[in-house]
T-cell receptor, first 112, second 115 residues
Framework: QKEVEQDPGPLSVPEGAIVSLNCTYS??????FMWYRQYSRKGPELLMY????GNKEDGRFTAQVDKSSKYISLFIRDSQPSDSATYLC????????????FGKGTRLSVIA | KAGVTQTPRYLIKTRGQQVTLSCSPI?????VSWYQQTPGQGLQFLFE???????NKGNFPGRFSGRQFSNSRSEMNVSTLELGDSALYLC??????????????FGPGTRLTVT
């Protein structure tokens, strides 16, 4: 079992839809959780960063962490064609001295 | 503030050659991490440098090496290139090592093709 599992998609939704992207993980020591967006031929861009469990909202984006289920989610409200990209989850342990572990990414297409 | 820059953006090399990739972090950032991204394996951690010292290393062979200079700029080197080394190599910078350093900011990457 890989440490971080993420459905690769592709996921295709109509403009204006609510998008739900998810990752599961196996290592209960993960404490820091991130979502990155990567456009084609670009580097990943940090979208959301959360520590431990709970929700965090930033504009149209909401990140949720459920440590009891080892499950994290990213919700995108009122999705736009410009949201079409690959979304990567990433996480790290509490020690502060460990590297990020990434999911393989979910490719999202928002159709106008 | 300028972002992370990587040079060159594209590179074509022949099997057996070596290659050096360069990364300039965001001004004020002192930690630099390198990742390899392939369609099959996704993003895999190579190594992290802070204060010119390697702090972490991923599970890659010794052909992959790196260094960091006193101005925080970093280079990675791959010797004896193999076809499987074809990938997007990404550099990420963060303010410090550990603690708040989880906010990593990526450069555009260097696309390496080995023929």
């Amino acid at each position: 079992q890989k440490e971080v599992e993420q459905d690769p998609g592709p996921l295709s939704v109509p403009e204006g839809a609510i998008v739900s992207l998810n990752c599961t993980y196996s290592n209960s020591a993960f404490q820091y959780f991130m979502w990155y967006r990567q456009y084609s031929r670009k580097g990943p861009e940090l979208l959301m960063y959360t520590y431990s469990s709970g929700n965090k909202e930033d504009g149209r984006f909401t990140a949720q962490v459920d440590k009891s289920s080892k499950y994290i989610s990213l919700f995108i409200r009122d999705s736009q064609p410009s949201d079409s990209a690959t979304y990567l989850c990433a996480m790290s342990m509490n020690s502060g001295n460990t590297p990020l572990v990434f999911g393989k990414g979910t490719r999202l297409s928002v159709i106008a | 503030k300028a972002g992370v820059t990587q040079t060159p953006r594209y590179l074509i090399k022949t099997r057996g050659q070596q290659v050096t990739l360069s990364c300039s972090p965001i001004s004020g950032h002192r930690s630099v991490s390198w990742y390899q991204q392939t369609p099959g394996q996704g993003l895999q951690f190579l190594f992290e440098y802070f204060s010119e010292t390697q702090r972490n290393k991923g599970n890659f062979p010794g052909r992959f090496s790196g260094r960091q200079f006193s101005n925080s700029r970093s280079e990675m080197n791959v010797s004896t290139l193999e076809l499987g080394d074809s990938a997007l190599y990404l550099c990420a910078s963060s303010l410090e090592y550990g603690g708040s350093s989880y906010e990593q900011y990526f450069g555009p990457g260097t696309r390496l093709t080995v023929t």
